[in-house]
C-alpha cells in the first residue's frame, strides 16, 4: 500500500513516481514518503544533502537508493535513522554505512544488529550485522538534532514494538514518522522475542497522541499516511486486548482459551486475521505479570 496523501511537489527534492513498486507522496515542508521499498520511508531535502527515516529492505534498498540519487543530484544522504531494528527498516545500513552516512538509532537497536538471536514467533535466526550496519549515533533517551537549520526531534518509546522503537517529528511540517509503531488496517506487531509487549504499545499511543494534534500527518511503516484518529483507534484497540490478557491470566486461561474469548471480535473487520497478533499479545504480556496485576 502506497504512503498517499495527495498531490504536490517538493521544491528541493522533487520525486516522480518509479516505476515498479516505489511510489512517493509529497509531505509538505521537503518531505517525500517512498513506499513499496519496505517499511515506508520519508527523506527530508536539505541544501546539502539529505535525510532519511528508515531504509527500506535489503532487497529493496539498491532500488530506494537510486531512486533519491537521481532527484538528489551529487547532495549525499548525510543522516539516516532507524526507528527499530528489524530488517525492513534498516536494509540500507550498509551501503549507506559505508557511505559514511550518520545512522541514528536507540543503542538497543544497535544492540540487535549486532546481536546473533533467534525469533521464535518468526521461526527466523538472525545473525550479527556487518560493522559498518551498525549506528553510529546512538541514545538512551528522546532528544532533538538540528538538520541544515530545521530541528529534527526524536521520541524513545520504550518496549512497544521492539524495546528500541524510535518516533522522528518533523515540528516544522508538522510531520511524524512513526515507523512499526503505527498499524493502519493491520494488526501492529509486538515483538516480545526483542522487548515488545501490548502495554508498552499501548504506552506509545498515549505519548504520541500527546505530541500530535488534529492536522498531523502520522507516516506508519505500511499503508496510507494517517492522523490521529488511526493512533486513537489503535489506543482503543491495545487498551481492550490488554485488558483481555490481564483477565486471561489471573483466570488461568491457555493461549486456546484466551483466543476463544475473541478478544479482537470488535477489530477484525477492518484489521483482518488477529492469530498472530493474539499470539504476540499472550506470550509477550508473560514477562509483565507485575504490570498487568499480578495473578490471582
Not at 38 to 67: T, Y
Not at 79 to 97: A, D, K, V
Not at 157 to 167: I, Q, S, Y
Request: proline content about 4%; overall charge negative; charged content about 20%.
Amino acid at each position: 500500500m502506497a504512503c498517499a496523501v495527495g498531490a504536490g511537489v517538493s521544491p528541493r527534492l522533487a520525486f516522480a513516481q518509479s516505476p515498479g513498486t516505489l511510489t512517493t507522496s509529497d509531505l509538505g515542508h521537503e518531505l517525500t514518503c517512498i513506499s513499496g521499498a519496505g517499511a515506508n520511508v520519508v527523506a527530508a531535502a536539505g541544501k546539502s544533502g539529505a535525510l532519511l527515516v528508515d531504509g527500506g529492505s535489503g532487497a529493496r534498498s539498491a532500488d530506494l537508493l537510486a531512486l533519491i540519487r537521481e532527484h538528489a543530484g551529487a547532495r549525499p544522504i548525510e543522516i539516516l535513522f532507524n526507528t527499530s531494528w528489524r530488517t525492513e527498516h534498516t536494509g540500507s545500513n550498509e551501503t549507506l554505512g559505508a557511505a559514511g552516512t550518520k545512522i541514528f538509532a536507540h543503542e538497543n537497536t544497535k544492540l540487535w544488529l549486532g546481536g546473533d538471536f533467534d525469533v521464535d514467533w518468526e521461526d527466523r535466526h538472525y545473525a550479527p550485522r556487518p560493522k559498518v550496519a551498525l549506528p553510529t549515533n546512538t541514545f538512551y533517551v528522546s532528544g532533538a538534532l538540528d538538520f541544515d537549520g530545521r530541528t529534527i526531534e526524536y521520541k524513545y518509546l520504550p518496549r512497544a514494538h521492539t524495546d528500541g522503537d524510535v518516533a522522528v517529528f518533523f515540528p516544522d511540517a508538522n510531520v511524524l514518522a512513526a515507523g512499526g509503531l503505527v498499524a493502519v488496517d493491520r494488526y501492529p506487531v509486538v515483538d516480545y522475542a526483542t522487548g515488545g509487549w501490548i502495554g508498552g504499545l499501548e504506552a506509545a499511543m498515549k505519548s504520541l497522541l500527546g505530541s500530535t494534534d488534529r492536522s498531523t500527518k502520522i507516516v506508519p511503516a505500511f499503508g496510507a499516511v494517517c492522523g490521529r484518529a488511526e493512533l486513537e483507534a489503535e489506543l482503543a484497540l491495545c487498551t481492550a486486548v490488554r485488558e483481555h490478557a490481564n483477565d486471561a491470566y489471573k483466570r488461568g486461561l491457555s493461549f486456546a482459551e484466551f483466543v476463544a474469548t475473541k478478544p479482537t471480535a470488535e477489530f477484525d473487520a477492518q484489521r483482518g486475521d488477529p492469530a498472530q497478533f493474539l499470539l504476540l499479545v499472550h506470550k509477550g504480556a508473560f514477562a509483565h505479570m507485575r504490570e498487568l496485576g499480578g495473578v490471582i
